[in-house]
């Protein structure tokens, strides 16, 4: 039996992966959390000891002792439990992009020190993460992520400004919680992608392209210094990559079909632009600046996501108020978890003071 402490049980990865729970005999839950919803109706159906609304998450890791922490938490509150799990080694899913993003250097070396196994949920990273499967590091030239270009691809620029939270919780190729898929709008998902491929995979970001691919059939590419190119396909559905992940090496059947090609393919790709997209450029000077720069990125762009869906500001207000953070903190980096805390709180205070002001 492997037992998966599952923290965001009530989200929208949380509830694919009881799905995935369901499937497989040999997955047993141990310990379940969310933010604010009741969990008494999975505490009862899964027999779980450990269970936890709230709170310090990293208690409830230490009290159920885990074999895969499953992060599907949203936002910097996934922080510790990446880093309690990394630390000791226990393996880790991770959806929780943000954690990665934030604390990129305290975790990797958290991981170096833990010795455990990461495996990326998110669907590109785990794509990298099969393409890279048994190949030489050496022979590795770059990666590809792919993105949908979200709802506001082809949209005219003049009418970006009178976005509603609506049309930007509208998807066009993947049903997920209200901040994903806010930040699939603006591209700060690929933009927090980018950074955690980085620290994922170890490549420099000159080596990490993204690229518009309005179908999401393509999840990503390797590209190897032969010439040749590996691309992990399918439809767009997250149980295969959670499956993935609780499963790994096994690679077990899910309920989504394989791709009929017999029924027609469209594979499209675009570059993305950058006008259109600020918050993408924005997150790839973060990555490359270092330190805390993508700590503050992720955080002031928490604070505009958190308002745009509140009503508070704009479409177009989210990059401008993380560029806005960007120019402000001063990026230096985190000797520990406390300091990298501090320098969260610090860019998210600059955040509302600028929408204070405003
Ligand atoms: N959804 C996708 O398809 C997808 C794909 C790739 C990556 N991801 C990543 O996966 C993560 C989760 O995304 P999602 O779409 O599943 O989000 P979601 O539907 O909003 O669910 C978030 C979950 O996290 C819980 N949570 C939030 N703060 C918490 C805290 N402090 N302590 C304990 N639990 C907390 C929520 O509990 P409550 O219900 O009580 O609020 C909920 O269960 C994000 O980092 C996202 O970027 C998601």
Not at 60 to 65: D, G
Not at 72 to 81: E, S, Y
Not at 333 to 351: I, N
Request: with cysteine; proline share 6%; aromatic share 6%.
């Amino acid at each position: 039996m492997t037992r998966i402490a599952l923290l965001g049980a009530t989200g929208s990865i949380g509830s694919q992966a009881l799905e995935v729970v369901d499937a497989n005999p040999d997955l047993e839950m141990c310990a379940l959390a969310s933010a604010s919803q009741p969990l008494d109706d999975l505490v009862a159906k899964y027999g779980v000891a450990h269970a936890q609304v709230g709170g310090d998450l990293t208690e409830l890791l230490e009290a159920s002792s885990p074999d895969v922490v499953l992060n599907a938490v949203v936002g910097f509150a996934g922080v510790r439990a990446t880093l309690w799990a990394l630390e000791r080694g226990v393996t880790l899913a991770l959806a929780n992009k943000e954690s990665l993003v934030a604390a990129g250097d305290l975790a990797t070396a958290a991981w170096q020190r833990g010795g455990g196994r990461l495996l990326p949920v998110d669907s590109e990273h785990s794509a990298v993460f099969q393409c890279l499967e048994g190949r030489a590091e050496h022979t590795v030239d770059s990666l590809v992520l792919t993105a949908s270009g979200g709802p506001f691809r082809n949209r005219p620029l003049e009418e970006l400004v009178s976005v509603t939270v609506e049309e930007a919780l509208t998807h066009p190729t993947w049903s997920m919680g209200r901040k994903i898929t806010v930040d699939s709008a603006t591209l700060a998902n690929k933009g927090l992608e980018l950074i955690e491929a980085h620290y994922l995979f170890g490549l420099p970001y000159e080596r990490i392209e993204v690229v518009v691919h309005p179908s999401s059939v393509v999840h990503a590419l390797v590209r190897f210094r032969d010439g040749a190119a590996l691309a992990h396909l399918g439809y767009p559905d997250m149980r295969v990559p959670i499956s993935f992940a609780l499963t790994y090496p096994d690679r077990r059947p899910t309920s989504v079909p394989t791709l009929d090609l017999a029924a027609g393919l469209t594979l499209e790709f675009a570059a993305p632009d950058p006008e259109r997209f600020p918050l993408l450029p924005l997150a790839r000077e973060a990555g490359e600046r270092g330190g805390t720069f993508p700590c503050a990125f992720n955080a002031a762009n928490e604070v505009a996501v958190s308002t745009f869906l509140d009503g508070g500001i704009g479409f177009l207000d989210m990059p401008s108020l993380v560029a806005d953070v960007l120019g402000r903190v001063d990026g230096a980096p985190a000797r520990d978890v406390e300091e990298l805390v501090e320098a969260d709180a610090e860019a998210r205070r600059l955040a509302q003071g600028r929408l204070a002001a405003a």
